[in-house]
């Protein structure tokens, strides 16, 4: 199996990258819609380098009683009123796609004006294709993220012999690093012609 390591700083910067694509797009949303959990994060940078302060956040389900894995995912926590608003739906990874489809077929029913999606990576396993991505992988790849370590982890933990040794191995390729300033500073030139 392999394997694709995000660091902190790499995924600030990919969540960057993702918001310039949205800017250089047009789009204008008004609310950001998290899917949780691991859309968390990056819909939090996100909002905060588009300027969107109205932010939701959904769950889908997946399994179903006894364990059994649903056909389609369950939406949960769907926001209410966002009737004639422009959404941004933010996850970090599309696998197949079944997650962020299920989300905007339920999301559509309230009537927004527009709903577009955004993920970090996608996956060529993907049946549904995000409006907006960071990484499109050329080869399927299992995706640890910073802050969710210990949850990709514990689901790969009967595939490991030492999994102790698993996860410092993780934890060294995902060391937290310093914040890419530089990321930073191109942006503010860019959006607001600053000099520095």
């Known amino acids: 199996m392999e394997f694709e390591y995000v660091s902190w700083s790499k995924a600030v ?3 960057y990258r993702l918001a310039e694509k949205i800017l ?20 939090l940078i996100i909002s905060d380098y588009l ?3 109205e932010f939701y956040a959904v769950r889908a ?10 056909s389609k995912p369950v939406i949960k926590q769907l926001p209410k009123g ?10 970090e990874v599309v696998d197949t796609g079944l997650t962020l489809q299920a989300i905007v077929d339920e999301l559509v029913k309230q009537k927004p004006l527009e709903v577009k999606t955004a ?6 396993t993907a049946k549904y294709i995000p409006d907006y991505y960071a990484v499109k992988l050329s080869e399927w790849k299992w995706v640890f ?12 933990k009967p595939r490991y012999g030492n999994w102790k040794k ?7 390729k995902l060391e937290v690093q310093k914040l890419d300033v530089d990321v930073i500073v191109k942006s503010l030139v860019k959006r607001y012609g600053l000099v520095i």
Do not use: F, Q
């Open 145 to 156: 993220y910073p802050w969710s370590i210990m949850e990709t982890l514990s689901s790969l």
């Open 166 to 172: 698993s996860i410092m191995d993780v934890m060294n």
């Open 13 to 15: 910067t990919l969540c």
């Open 24 to 43: 250089d797009s047009g789009y204008e949303p008004d609310t950001i819609v998290a899917v949780l959990r691991g859309g968390v994060v990056p819909a």
């Open 82 to 91: 966002l009737r004639n608003r422009k959404l941004l739906i933010v996850d």
């Open 119 to 124: 993920v970090l990576h996608v996956k060529p």
């Open 51 to 53: 300027g969107v302060e």
């Open 61 to 70: 389900v997946h399994w179903g009683i006894g364990s059994r894995k649903l």
